[in-house]
């Protein structure tokens, strides 16, 4: 089993800055992929941005150049800089990792997702 535990939500005003945190603890034996989700009340979730194991970056069009991605590997950790935050921001904002589980022994499940269970981000005008 793995958990994704995310952290950093709060609310700020409108300009103001924020950073997520996800860990990943378990039985992982790679991740090949993770990134942040976003569900504001009354929609659907929605890609915010994503980070491959070999760098590779990808951002909703409205976030970038405002928030940015950063990975400690040794930590199995995710971070999501926010600045410049918009009341349009303001959601809950999931992590989401794609892995391969394992243990000591060796790998035993590939190419499986977990989610967090979120944490609130609330910008006010």
């Known amino acids: 089993q793995v958990q994704l535990v995310e952290s950093g939500g709060g609310l700020v005003q409108a300009g103001g800055s924020l950073r997520l945190s996800c860990v990943a603890s378990?039985?992982?034996?790679?991740?090949?992929?993770m990134g942040w989700y976003r569900q504001a009340p009354g929609n659907g979730r929605e890609l915010v941005a994503t980070?491959?194991?070999?760098?590779?970056?990808n951002y909703e069009d409205s976030v970038k150049g405002r928030f940015t991605l950063s990975k400690d590997n040794t930590k199995n950790a995710l971070y999501l800089q926010m600045n410049d935050l918009k009341p349009e921001d303001t959601a809950v904002y999931y992590c989401?990792?794609?892995?391969?589980?394992?243990?000591?022994?060796?790998?035993?499940?590939?190419?499986?997702?977990?989610w967090g269970k979120g944490t609130l981000v609330t910008v006010s005008s």
């Open positions: 980070a491959t194991a070999g760098g590779t970056t």
């Open positions: 378990g039985d992982i034996w790679f991740i090949n992929s």
């Open positions: 989401n990792a794609d892995l391969d589980e394992g243990t000591y022994y060796g790998p035993h499940h590939s190419g499986m997702n977990y």
